[in-house]
């Protein structure tokens, strides 16, 4: 991948890197569309599949993970993907020699909060893979989901303060009719959690509604609280946390105004859903 990778950037051709999980759906499709609009017909477009084993806690869902490989690769031939990047855990981390693999890249500020306090080791699993893949890949342009609003800001952090030469490309969660965002976990909701799971986007519109008609601005608290209340009506669900804060730097607010963000995670069942938005 590197060689070929090396040969592309020497000749100047640009390089859109869409790095996933894989189990693609639509959210991931668009992602690769916009790696297409920002490198152009003459650019390559790589997407990498690789269910990275350092950003799971041991009790979390690594191994049920979805999968399906052969589905994937057809998607991104269907979308003009030019190379569709797989590794596997013995290239990735060395599992199969006697020197174990011992190095990580630690974002130690926007890391902390929200997604890095409720899954203390996730974004040390994902900076380290996203900074390995971006030294084999060797992208000029990388696109992230907004869906992981922190996750492209922790990226956008190590790649400005480690002097990554690529430029990080976020584009707008994809989301079904109804509002929920599009995520691989959303497979593993039943019929009643699936309808339980429309509740993050309700928190978002209420929200919305509530800072936009208060043009002096939402106390924070309260307005956690009244969302909070909308969950007796969603059985299954049970909130992990509602943040509001400041877009840049991630720092919570204590009055909410429009153009604030907000971000939660709620359980539905077991399974764990996260979602954000600018209010
Ligand atoms: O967003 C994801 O799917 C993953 O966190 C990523 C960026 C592919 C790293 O494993």
Redesign the pocket.
């Known amino acids: 991948m590197q060689r070929l990778a090396m040969s592309w950037r020497r000749q100047g051709i640009s390089i859109g890197f869409v ?3 894989g189990y693609l759906h639509e959210g ?1 499709l668009n992602l690769m569309r916009r790696a297409r609009r920002v490198v152009g017909e003459d650019g390559i477009v790589i997407v ?1 599949i ?3 084993p350092t ?1 799971f806690s041991p009790s979390e869902d690594f191994s049920s993970y979805p999968r399906d490989p052969k589905r994937d690769l057809r998607l991104c031939g269907e979308e003009g993907v030019d190379v569709v990047f797989t590794p596997e855990d013995r290239h990735i981390y060395f599992r199969d020699t006697a020197a174990a693999y011992s190095t990580y890249v630690v974002e130690e500020s926007l890391s902390g909060v929200m997604e890095g306090e409720s899954r203390p080791t996730h974004f040390r ?2 900076t380290t ?2 900074a390995k ?1 971006f030294n084999l890949v060797l992208p000029t342009h990388a696109v ?2 907004e ?2 609003f922190q ?1 492209a800001a922790v ?1 956008k952090r190590m790649v400005r303060d480690l002097h990554f030469p690529v430029k990080i490309v976020t584009a707008p969660t994809s989301r079904e009719s109804d509002g929920l965002a599009i995520s ?1 976990r959303n497979k593993y909701l039943n019929q009643e959690q699936r309808a339980d799971a429309v509740v993050l986007w309700r928190c978002i519109e209420t929200a919305r509604k509530l800072v936009r008609d208060n043009s002096s601005g939402i106390e924070a608290g309260r307005l956690r609280d009244g969302l909070m209340r909308i969950f007796s009506d969603y059985a299954s669900a049970r909130p992990d946390y509602i943040e509001f804060f400041d877009e840049a730097l991630l720092t919570p607010v204590s009055r909410v105004r429009k153009g604030h963000r907000m971000a939660l995670a709620v359980y539905v069942g077991e399974t764990r859903l996260i979602d954000n938005a600018r209010l």
């Open positions: 790095p996933t999980m991931h990498s690789y269910v990275n950003q699993g994902v893979i996203v893949l992230f989901g869906k992981d996750q990226i691989s």
